[in-house]
Structures are given as C-alpha cells and as structure tokens.
C-alpha cells in the first residue's frame, strides 16, 4: 500500500515524499530515505512502515521525540488525514489516492445475467425493478480541453502562511539548534573558544587590577 508525507511547518514546508511498503527512515542523515533538514530532527529519527493492514510510525531513539495527538509515543497506528509531529516539524500522513477509492458493491453469485442496451448487466431477483433504458444519443465532437492544472495542494492557506511565518521566524546558523545535534568536532572548537574567550577576560581583568595598583 502506498501512503504520502506532506510537510506543514517548519524549514521543509510543502515538501512532498511518496511511502512504498517497507521501512521508510525519516532523518537529517543524507542516507535516510526522507531527509529533513530542521535542528530539531535527529539524525535517524523515526521510520513508517506498512504493517500487515495498517501504517504505523516508530520513534527510533530520537532526541525530540514523535508526538501524534499530542502526546509522545514510541509506536502509533496511522489512519488517513494523522498529522504527527516529528521534533518541532508537524507532517501530515495520507493514504494514496488510489488506495482510499471504495470498492464496487457486489451482486449475488446466482444472479442471472440479462442484456440491456447492447450491454451484458446482471439481475438480482432481491433488486427492485430496472428502470427503462434511455436511448443513447451520438455525443458531440469535444472540444479541445485546456492542460489541466497542478493538483492543488492539501495544504491550507492559513497552514501555508503559518509555516511560512515559522520558517522565517526560525534563525538558520550553528547554535540555531540543539548543540547536541552538532558533530563531535564542532562541539570540541566551541569548548575551545569559550575556554579561551574565558582566559582572555580573566587575564584583562587581572592587568587591570595591576594597573590601578601601580597609581595608587
């Protein structure tokens, strides 16, 4: 069964990834198999998957953790229009269009089969009776037809400028997110920074002192 994500807030705002059947790994790793870019997202954060009848979605250890209906779970089951929230960036889950069509009603196996305006149609004796056929008319030459527009998106307009504001909100930059979420090189240079940024005003403030001594 094939499902879509549709991105509603945050950086990665009207993105769109298609879900096939199996392990899809949502994550700031180039690797995974959806790549979203917001601080808030781990580098493997959770992963859908289509589990016998159901989709469902699995926190893989992530630091801000998956939230659906508001509440942190570790395993949820996915249902049509779920919207969960993957660390700050809400998503929106949808079963495919061609999944969600409605199967056609079934007649009896012993129906007998009549034909009806050179058409074969079978007859269920539990049915209330045929209505006349209406003779068919030859159909005009159509007419040509304009391409037809980009599908529009599921998205609403408030939920389009919201994201929009939130994105635009948001600082882009190193210490923009969590700076757990930064590699192990780039916390050691900031550590050293900060140390020596440290020493510096020591040492200042120690030569000054030394300074106003000596006038005295």
């Known amino acids: 069964m094939r499902a879509q994500l549709f991105v509603i807030g945050g950086r990665d705002v009207g993105a769109t990834f298609d879900l096939d059947a199996g392990d899809v790994v949502v994550g700031r790793e180039r690797g995974c198999d959806v790549r979203l870019t917001d601080r808030s997202i781990s580098r493997r954060h959770a992963t859908f998957r289509f589990e016998g009848l159901d989709w469902v979605v699995e926190d893989l250890g992530s630091r801000n ?3 659906v209906g508001g509440e942190r779970v570790e395993r949820a089951v996915l249902t049509d229009l779920t919207e969960v929230l993957l660390g700050d960036v809400p998503v929106r889950f949808r079963v495919a269009e061609e999944e969600r069509a409605e199967p056609l009603p079934l007649l009896h196996a012993d129906a007998d089969p009549i034909v009806l305006d050179d ?29 037809r527009p980009a599908p529009p ?6 939920e389009l400028r919201r994201a929009e504001i939130l ?7 190193l210490l923009s997110g969590d700076l757990a979420q930064q590699p192990t090189w780039v916390r050691c240079i900031l550590g050293v920074l900060l140390v020596a940024a440290a020493g510096g005003i020591a ?14």
Do not use: C, W, Y
């Not at 079978?122 to 008319?137: C, G, K, Q, S």
């Not at 998106?153 to 408030?158: A, C, I, R, Y």
């Open 65 to 67: 953790g998956v939230h």
């Open 119 to 147: 058409e074969i149609v079978l007859e269920d004796d539990d049915a209330p009776p045929a209505i006349a056929p209406i003779p068919r008319r030859a159909a005009p030459d159509p007419a040509p037809t304009a391409p």
């Open 153 to 158: 998106s599921t998205l609403t307009g408030n």
């Open 167 to 173: 994105a635009e909100g948001k600082r882009a930059g």
């Open 203 to 216: 040492f200042g403030m120690l030569r000054l002192v030394q300074s106003m001594r000596a006038t005295l």
